[in-house]
């Protein structure tokens, strides 16, 4: 190969590399993403309300009993939406403790009873037993029920949801508790005629 075309095939890469590089220019250029007014990643939050609380985004099914969520819940959905607790809890019998404690008959149970788990100071002087108002108001929102709580999970808001992990705590239980008549169920039902 003698020097001349040597000096074409160089020639031809070097081409090829301006081209490129030209090219890149232009398409950052033409394409280039704006340029924001403040760095960082905006974060969507809550709005607040003047004094100071989370607006609800459903305040329509916040405010309906347990009970009457209850009618309508689901163990086989509560078993789905309670994989997210299964984390820290167990759900069978004589299952251990993990972080929190086994759950297997928590419904009617004396709060902060499970043998071998030791529970927040703020929890053992709640008292009384597990009702299902108090399990939803604890699912809820831990730390507003029991503040001070070690549970460090953040609540679920949604009352559906909650209703069906209830149902599926009661569900696991040599006793499960019978589930509590709804008022606006029991009413439709005794408006209505014998037939």
């Not at 394409?31 to 709005?47: L, N």
């Not at 078993?79 to 928590?106: I, S």
């Not at 703020?122 to 108090?134: I, Q, Y």
């Not at 549970?151 to 009661?170: C, K, T, V």
């Amino acid at each position: 190969m003698d020097s001349f075309e040597l000096n074409k095939i160089l020639g031809a890469v070097l081409f090829t590399c301006m081209l490129t590089l030209a090219l890149n220019i232009t398409a950052g250029a033409v394409f280039a993403p704006p340029k924001p007014e403040k760095p960082g990643y905006e974060i969507a939050v809550p709005e607040q309300e003047a004094g100071g609380g989370a607006k609800e985004a459903a305040p329509e099914e916040a405010e309906k009993p347990i009970a009457v969520l209850l009618a309508s819940a689901d163990p086989k959905r509560g078993a789905t939406a309670a994989k997210k607790c299964a984390a820290c809890h167990t759900f069978g019998k004589g299952e251990p403790n993990r972080v929190g404690p086994n759950l297997y008959g928590v419904v009617g149970r004396a709060k902060a009873s499970t043998p071998g788990f030791s529970y927040s100071d703020a929890l053992k002087s709640k008292g009384g037993t597990w009702t299902f108002e108090d399990l939803s108001a604890f699912i809820a929102n831990p730390k507003a029920f029991a503040p001070g709580t070690k549970m460090s999970y953040a609540g679920d808001r949604r009352g559906s949801d909650r209703a069906d992990i209830i149902a599926f705590l009661n569900q696991n239980s040599d006793n499960p508790q019978p589930l509590p008549q709804a008022a606006e169920g029991a009413g439709a039902q005794q408006g209505k005629p014998a037939q």
